[in-house]
Structure formats: structure tokens, C-alpha cells
């Protein structure tokens, strides 16, 4: 076919589509205010199944989110991947479906990310099972449980940042090597170093198929995932009959969900451990990346927290005795907690979270329907200029008073808020003491690039040059 009928048959074509589009989400309309005499939010659902997907991802999210909240205000319906979805963005909103009406709205996932994550894994439940797992969680992650290891993640931090010294890292993968192994001290105590290089190995290759086409044919990302994924639960199975060997010695994650009374299966406690090291890794890596490109763009905060940590060394260097971090210590550092606290606002690293409407909900005179996704938006609450003021400037100092209550979510809320918060900003302090005492850093390259893998990260993971200072 020639070019001049393309452009003859493309405004026919369109015609024809908008008269299917507007006939598709009049039928949508008729059949959902059937149900009930409310309202949908305002919002548009852009084109029948594709939706405004190519919006959304052919930008940078938060340019859409933030241009419909302006035009809509702060509920809002689209259609994403071929679902529509109800977004929402003020505090009050958030509370509503994260909190106070959670059991109206269940987590939802892609079934290919349960399949590879493991579908007993904890984000994927509501109930009496989920209950149970938070509870498992809690216990191994709680400060009264945390305490015991600081001088374990210290030596972690110690052994990462001396295999840095005089060379170019990507920070990115280098956190992430961090995370991940101060993720499986708290999973496996001690013993971690045993399973260290298997578990990383499997776990690697997992990850590449996570954001993978879902195709299981031989040699794709997703089957190689897959296979991977496999090889990690007989590791597991195997960690899992040996600890039985000597159970009581740990108060680590997998003595917690070994417990006799818990009766978890072997195939729940695997896909629990693997899914508490996908939590905890790539997050509490982007994370730790935005603080260092944070401290080196303001050097007047990066003197204060230097300071800051620089008086806690030399009080330990008096004691001889004591020379290791510990849990006294760490609450000994209000500037550096600030700065974790303002880079968890500015980054916000998960702009938003997913939740399913279990029934039709009503909610300020508006009808989200049963089925429907619920996307709370906290990227937009922390960059609000009415809670925020002057939202993209990095101020640890607006953090000297404590945020007003729902307005500050970087670990979520409600039932199935972050249990391993307290653990994420313990390893960050511990890694930020070394770093600022001993290190000195400047980037290489562009420093105001950001891409979204999915998490919002410095561009290419902030190539730095990291050396010991004299
Ligand atoms: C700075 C780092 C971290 C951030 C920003 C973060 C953020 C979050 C958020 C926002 C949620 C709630 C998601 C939702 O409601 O849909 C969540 C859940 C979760 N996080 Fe974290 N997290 C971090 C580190 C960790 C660490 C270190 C661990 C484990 C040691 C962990 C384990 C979990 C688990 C197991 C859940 C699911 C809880 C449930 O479904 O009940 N996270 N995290």
C-alpha cells in the first residue's frame, strides 16, 4: 500500500477508533453506575485496553502523575496495562486504602512476579496467613532483635568500603552488594557467609528476569529466572535440614520462621526468604546511592554529618575496649538521620505501591469499583508544596520537626508497612560512619540524570571515585 491511502485511511481510522472508544466507556459507564448511583473520580481512560500506558512510560512517571493531579486534583481514574485504575495523592486518601479500610483493598502483583518471587511469599496476602508471616518478620526485624547485629553489618560495611578504596565503583552495584549481604546476615546469622556465593549466584540471574518478558521458552531471561529460581529453594531446602540439625542457637529470620508452632512449610519459609531479600535489597541500595550523590552535591551537610559521626569516633577511640559500633551509637546520629530522612522524601523511591478494590468502595462521594487498582501516590505527597515547602530542595534541616502524621510514607503504611525499616536505616547509618570518617568521593560524569529501573536512580548508578582520606 502506497503512503497517500495510509494518509487517506488514517482519519477514517481514527474516526473509527474514537467511535469504538467512546461506545466501549459508554457501556463502562452504564454497566458500572448500574451497580451504584455514584460517580467515577474525574480522570480520562485514554484509549479501549491500552489505556494511557504510552503516557505514562513514554516520560518520566512523575511528569504524569503530577500533571494529573494538577488538572484533576487528587483523586483521579486512568487506565494502565490494561487495567483501570483509580490514583490517589493527599494523605487522607492514602490512610484510607493503606490503613483504616485495608482489608477493602488487597495487594496485587503480575502473576509472573509471584511465580518468580514465590506465591506464599507475605506481599502477596491478606488475612489469618499474612498475619502470621508479618508477625515472623517483625520478631527478626525488630530493634530488640537488630541490636545483637550491628557489629556484624559494621564489619560488612568495613569489608565493602576498604574493596572500593582508589577505584571507580558504580555505586549502585556496589550497594547492592552491600544490601544484599547484610540481608542475608539477617536472615541467616553467621552462617550466611557458608551460602554467600551460591545464593548470590542463583539470586543474580532471578533478577534479571524480574522486569523480563513473562515468556518461558529456553533460553529467554524469564525461563533462565526461572531455572534460577529453582536452584535457590533446594539451596534453601538444604540450609533449611541443616538448621534443623541445631535450632535454638539464632534469633535471625530463619530461626523465627522455623519456629514449631508457626508451621510454615518448607516451600513457605523459601519463598518468604527470597522475597524479604528482594525487599530489602535494591531499595536500601537506591537509597544509600541518592545519599552519596546527595552529600556530594551540599557540602555544608556533608561537613555536618562528618562532624556528627567524627565525635562518635572519638568518643570509642577513649574506651579501648569498645571499639565497635553499637545500637547506643547509632541513636547518637539526629543530623545523619535527618539526611536518610530527607533523601526518603526527595528520591521517594517507590513513587507509589498497588492495591486491588475488593468490593465497590465509596470514598469522598466518588465510586472506585470493585476490581479496579488503587495507586496511592506518595512520590506526590512528599513532593507537595503545601506539606513540603520548596519540595525539590535537599533540606535535612526541615526534618528538626517531626512531619505531621500520614504525610511522610517512604516505608508505606498500615498493614503492610515496611517491617524491615528499622534494619534499612541501621545499615545505612553503620555504612554512612565509615564512609564520612574515612572516605572522601566526587562523581564522575552527569550528575543530574536520573532513570527509572524500576526505582528512580542516579543516571547509570553514579559512577564515583572513591579514596581514603589523608
Ligand atoms: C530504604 C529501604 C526500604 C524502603 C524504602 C522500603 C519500602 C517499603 C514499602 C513502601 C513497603 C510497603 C509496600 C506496600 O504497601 O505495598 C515495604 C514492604 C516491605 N518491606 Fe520494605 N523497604 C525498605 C527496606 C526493606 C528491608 C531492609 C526489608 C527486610 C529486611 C524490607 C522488607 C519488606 C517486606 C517483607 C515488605 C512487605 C510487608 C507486607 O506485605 O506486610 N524492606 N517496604
Not at 494518509?7 to 458500572?32: D, N, R
Not at 508505606?412 to 545505612?428: D, F, R, V
Request: glycine share 6%; aromatic share 12%; net charge positive.
Amino acid at each position: 500500500m502506497d503512503t497517500s491511502m495510509l494518509s487517506l485511511l488514517s482519519p477514517f481510522f481514527f474516526l473509527l477508533i474514537s467511535i469504538f472508544a467512546f461506545l466501549f466507556y459508554s457501556l463502562l459507564s452504564i454497566l458500572i453506575s448500574g451497580r451504584r448511583k455514584l460517580p467515577l473520580p474525574p480522570g480520562s481512560l485514554g484509549w479501549p485496553y491500552i489505556g494511557e500506558t504510552f503516557q505514562l512510560y513514554s516520560q518520566n512517571p512523575n511528569v504524569f502523575f503530577a500533571s494529573k493531579q494538577k488538572r484533576y486534583g487528587s483523586i483521579f481514574k486512568t487506565h494502565i496495562l490494561g487495567c483501570p485504575c483509580v490514583m490517589i495523592s493527599s494523605p487522607e486518601a492514602a490512610k484510607f486504602v493503606l490503613a483504616t479500610r485495608a482489608h477493602l483493598f488487597k495487594p496485587t502483583f503480575p502473576a509472573s512476579k509471584e511465580r518468580m518471587l514465590g506465591r506464599q511469599a507475605i506481599f502477596f496476602h491478606q488475612g489469618d496467613y499474612h498475619t502470621k508471616l508479618r508477625k515472623l518478620v517483625l520478631r527478626a526485624f525488630m530493634p530488640e532483635a537488630i541490636k545483637n547485629i550491628v557489629s556484624d553489618i559494621e564489619a560488612v560495611a568495613v569489608d565493602s568500603l576498604q574493596s572500593w578504596d582508589g577505584k571507580s565503583i558504580n555505586t549502585f552495584q556496589e550497594m547492592k552488594t552491600y544490601t544484599f549481604n547484610v540481608a542475608l546476615l539477617s536472615i541467616f546469622g553467621k552462617d550466611e557467609i557458608l551460602y554467600r556465593e551460591e545464593l548470590k549466584r542463583c539470586y543474580y540471574i532471578l533478577e534479571k528476569g524480574y522486569n523480563s518478558m513473562p515468556i518461558n521458552l529456553p533460553g529467554t531471561l524469564f525461563s533462565k529466572s526461572m531455572k534460577a529460581r529453582k536452584e535457590l529453594a533446594q539451596i534453601l531446602a538444604k540450609i533449611i535440614c541443616s538448621r534443623r540439625q541445631r535450632r535454638g542457637e539464632s534469633n535471625d529470620l530463619l530461626e523465627s520462621f522455623m519456629g514449631e508452632k508457626e508451621g510454615l512449610t518448607d516451600e513457605q519459609i523459601a519463598d518468604n526468604v527470597i522475597g524479604v531479600i528482594f525487599a530489602a535489597r535494591d531499595t536500601t541500595a537506591s537509597v544509600l546511592t541518592w545519599i552519596v550523590k546527595y552529600l556530594g552535591q551540599n557540602p555544608s551537610v556533608l561537613q555536618a554529618v562528618t562532624e556528627e559521626q567524627e565525635a562518635i569516633r572519638r568518643c570509642k577511640e577513649k574506651v579501648d575496649e569498645d571499639k565497635f559500633l553499637n545500637w547506643a551509637d547509632t541513636k547518637k546520629m539526629p543530623i545523619t538521620s535527618r539526611v536518610i530522612q530527607e533523601t526518603l522524601r526527595v528520591a521517594s523511591i517507590l513513587s507509589f505501591t498497588f492495591r486491588e478494590a475488593v468490593e465497590d468502595v465509596e470514598y469522598e462521594g466518588y465510586l472506585i469499583p470493585k476490581g479496579w487498582k488503587v495507586l496511592p501516590l506518595f512520590r506526590n505527597i512528599h513532593h507537595s508544596p503545601d506539606i513540603f515547602p520548596d519540595p525539590e530542595k535537599f533540606d535535612p534541616s526541615r526534618f528538626e520537626v517531626a512531619p505531621k502524621s500520614n504525610t511522610f510514607m517512604p516505608f508505606g503504611s498500615g498493614t503492610h508497612s515496611c517491617p524491615g525499616n528499622e534494619l534499612a536505616k541501621l545499615e545505612i547509618l553503620v555504612l554512612l560512619h565509615h564512609l564520612t570518617t574515612k572516605f572522601r568521593w566526587f562523581m564522575i560524569g552527569p550528575e543530574n540524570g536520573i532513570q527509572y529501573s524500576p526505582f528512580a536512580l542516579p543516571q547509570n548508578g553514579l559512577p564515583i571515585r572513591l579514596s581514603l582520606r589523608t
